[in-house]
């Protein structure tokens, strides 16, 4: 553990890179096939997760059967559709796209 006089005594830009070099991207992994991979993954899990969360609002909010929250129901059901479709072209063109290029051919 660092004392107060051991942080004092070193410059403050080597304090900052050795606290924040955990937390440094290795841009190698992310261009690899495992980190587009990984990337896709996570933007499809956001959709889905998006999805439900709008889903449970949407039905929650419904149930007072307020002016207000039937807005917010429609409102809900369009986001969960557009979320719906945006989760559907990260499957059909990142996630399986061997399976829509042999529909072409």
């Known amino acids: 553990m660092l004392s107060a ?3 004092r005594d070193r410059h403050p830009e080597e304090g900052v890179v050795a606290e924040l ?8 992994f992310l261009t690899s096939h495992k980190g587009i991979l990984l990337e896709t993954e996570l933007d499809f899990l ?7 969360i709008f889903l ?3 039905f929650a909010a419904v149930t007072s059967r307020d ?13 969960v559709s557009v979320f719906a479709y945006d989760a559907f072209k990260i499957y059909r ?5 061997g399976a829509s290029q042999g529909d072409q051919q």
């Open 56 to 58: 449970v609002v949407s």
């Open 5 to 7: 006089r051991d942080r």
């Open 21 to 28: 070099q955990g937390f440094a991207v290795d841009k190698a």
């Open 67 to 79: 002016g207000a929250a039937i807005a917010a129901f429609v409102f809900g059901v369009i986001l």
């Open 93 to 97: 063109t990142e996630m399986a796209p």
């Open 46 to 52: 956001r959709c889905v997760s998006a999805i439900i």
